[in-house]
């Protein structure tokens, strides 16, 4: 099994900057991909961005592009998702994933391990 752990939500103002942390224990696995999600009440659970572990590529939606970045310490075993120039539309609870395998995908049904989620509110 695996254990994800966020930390790092809060409440901000419109503009302002969060950094979410993810450590990752238990198995593991030789190629693997650690995403984040976010989900409003009464939403699906939507992609943000995914970082492959091994390779380092990322991927994000477009809404998020330019102000939001993904990285991982592979010592720490740490996903992270700084988060920048934040606005009111980005509150939402935020989801820490893992799948097997090196490919990232977008779709939540891919991921096999999940957070609590953490919760990020922006106000205007």
């Known amino acids: 099994q695996v254990q994800l752990v966020e930390s790092g939500g809060g409440l901000v103002q419109a503009g302002g900057s969060l950094r979410l942390s993810c450590a990752a224990s238990?198995?593991?696995?030789?190629?693997?991909?650690m995403g984040w999600f976010c989900q409003v009440p009464g939403k699906e659970r939507r992609f943000v961005a995914a970082?492959?572990?091994?390779?380092?590529?990322?991927s994000y939606t477009d809404s998020v592009k330019g102000r939001f970045t993904i990285s991982r310490d592979n010592v720490k075993n740490t996903v992270y998702l700084q988060m920048n120039s934040l606005k009111p539309e980005d509150t939402a609870v935020y989801y820490c994933a893992l799948k097997s395998g090196g490919t990232i995908e977008t779709i939540r049904r891919m991921y096999d391990y999940w957070g609590q989620g953490t919760q990020v509110t922006v106000s205007s």
């Open positions: 970082i492959s572990w091994s390779r380092g590529s990322t």
């Open positions: 238990g198995r593991t696995f030789s190629s693997y991909v």
